[in-house]
């Protein structure tokens, strides 16, 4: 069993950063795929990046790559994406998530979310 609490959206102009902190509870954390999904209001949630169990693979969505940054630690128990260049069509919910095994794109393949945190894009 994971839980998962995730921190750092907020409003930030077009071109600007944040970080998106992701905490994990439970000892089969360093064992899961995690991921970052997103969903704007209207629209389906959408995979935007994951990182193998160990941190040595990572994943991007076309949209976000060369922008966003995913890591982890597995001693902290914590999964970050740094998003930089940030444009109003990133505006969403962004969702942590994760996996036994290996990564998905699929969001109906993660058993454990967190509750999300918005992240809001101006033009």
């Known amino acids: 069993q994971v839980q998962l609490v995730e921190s750092g959206g907020g409003l930030v102009q077009a071109g600007g950063s944040l970080r998106l902190s992701c905490a994990a509870s439970g000892r089969a954390f360093s064992s899961h795929a995690m991921g970052w999904f997103r969903q704007a209001p209207g629209k389906e949630r959408e995979f935007v990046a994951a990182i193998s169990w160990s941190g040595s693979a990572t994943y991007y969505t076309d949209s976000v790559k060369g922008r966003f940054t995913i890591s982890r630690d597995n001693v902290k128990n914590t999964v970050n994406l740094q998003m930089n260049s940030l444009k109003p069509e990133d505006t969403a919910t962004y969702y942590c998530?994760?996996?036994?095994?290996?990564?998905?794109?699929?969001?109906?393949?993660?058993?454990?979310w967190g509750q999300g945190t918005q992240v809001t894009v101006s033009s």
């Open positions: 998530c994760g996996k036994p095994g290996y990564y998905s794109r699929t969001y109906s393949e993660y058993p454990y």
